[in-house]
């Protein structure tokens, strides 16, 4: 596909003495080029040789041309180069649509739903199936919604420098393939809600709404980031209610120690387009209130959070393990705030992708084992 470059940009220039049948030796070529070009008819005449070097290169192309049909024949070693030919694309494909929806970034919200449906599980039966079930309900509600941004944001990441290299403007992926990517996703999604029970696919088209939906309100208003963190925290919810059928006080504060936490760290990560969404009349915390307010909004979000994890101690009568995974948590986020200044945003990256990865991760081992030491 074309990236907007020209389509012959890179390729190599062929030179008018180069001869056109592949495979024919270096001296032949030279010989034939030589005594087909003009530069002997400027002299008036061409060598006497010109009869043998045509022999010469007519030999030549009919001894590859039968070692050719030998080599087809025996239908050796040319195969497999074939096989890997084929093979690669797809290879290939896979790891362009992983890029295109950040499946690596997973890791940030699974953890969560995997620690209610731990905390659901303790007095109801969990089954390897069940448990299957919410991996897979939550892969694919996130492949879908990703892809759906995807979709809806290329004309906007096509103009932003930072996001223009991306699949969808790139042409790295077509359009068409990523709907399909995201209808399947979104198919996969609500089977694994139908698998879970009838109270979580009659919940399906809810959460898709908020995922979906999340894409449009960068258009109209700053709270996108809370918007995306509230659509990202219907995954505990729905692992507690895949588990037990109900809803209670723990996955409500499970819920907003998600969406504080996501829309926190959401909250960061807008800042290096702060510039770019003011110019595109797109809105957010940072283009709206500058890089001071937006890390004290951010660090008041993650406040919340803390405060809400320590409050699901109580609810769910946790303890020392929890407490001290808990700590740990606190620590990175506070950490988090502590490498990203006004005057220094040079690690804002580390600040989003690694540390909050280890907040999801701590936070469901303290969980489990808090529930397993019981």
């Known amino acids: 596909m074309s990236d907007g470059k020209d389509d012959d940009a890179g ?20 010989t034939s080029g030589g005594a087909g070009g003009g530069s002997e008819s400027g002299h008036g005449a061409r060598t006497s040789d010109s009869g043998a070097t045509r022999a010469a290169a007519a030999s030549a192309r009919a001894d590859l041309t039968a070692a050719a049909a030998a080599a087809a024949r025996a239908g050796g070693a040319a195969r497999p180069t074939t096989a890997l ?36 599980a303790r007095d109801h039966r969990l089954s390897f199936w069940r448990l299957l079930g919410i991996v897979v309900a939550m892969a694919g509600a996130r492949t879908a919604a990703m892809g759906f941004n995807r979709i809806v944001d290329r004309n906007i990441d ?50 898709l709404l ?4 999340y894409s449009y309100t960068k258009r109209f208003t700053f709270l996108c980031h809370l918007f995306l963190g509230l659509a990202i925290a219907a995954g505990p919810a729905g692992a507690w209610i895949a588990v037990r059928g109900d809803f209670a006080l723990t996955p409500a504060l499970l819920m ?30 940072p283009a709206r209130f500058g890089v001071v307010r937006s890390l004290q909004i951010s660090g008041a979000l993650h406040g919340i959070t803390s405060g809400t994890l320590i409050a699901v101690a109580f609810s769910a009568h946790l303890g020392v393990p929890y ?22 945003l040079s690690r804002l990256d580390l600040a989003f992708f690694n540390l909050n990865g280890y907040v999801s991760v701590v936070f469901f081992l303290a969980t489990l084992a808090d529930v397993m030491l019981r």
């Open 11 to 30: 390729k190599e220039p062929t030179s008018a003495s180069d001869d056109t049948t592949p495979g024919v030796p270096a001296d032949v070529r030279t």
């Open 85 to 120: 030919a084929v093979v690669a694309p797809s290879s290939n494909a896979v790891a362009t649509f992983g890029r295109m929806i950040k499946f690596s970034h997973t890791i940030f919200a699974l953890p969560f739903a995997l620690a209610a449906a731990v905390l659901a």
């Open 158 to 207: 096509a103009k932003n420098p930072r996001t223009a290299r991306r699949e969808l403007p790139t042409g790295a992926v077509s359009v068409n393939a990523a709907w399909m990517l995201t209808l399947i996703s979104t198919a996969v999604f609500v089977g694994a809600a139908a698998f879970l029970g009838r109270l979580c696919l009659e919940l399906a088209p809810i959460a």
């Open 210 to 213: 908020f995922l979906f939906g």
């Open 256 to 285: 907003v120690a998600v969406a504080t936490w996501i829309g926190g760290f959401d909250i960061l990560y807008a800042i290096a387009d702060a510039e770019f969404d003011r110019k595109s009349g797109l809105h957010s915390i």
């Open 323 to 344: 407490l001290i995974g808990l700590a740990v948590v606190i620590g990175l986020l506070i950490w988090e705030h502590a490498i990203v200044t006004p005057d220094d």
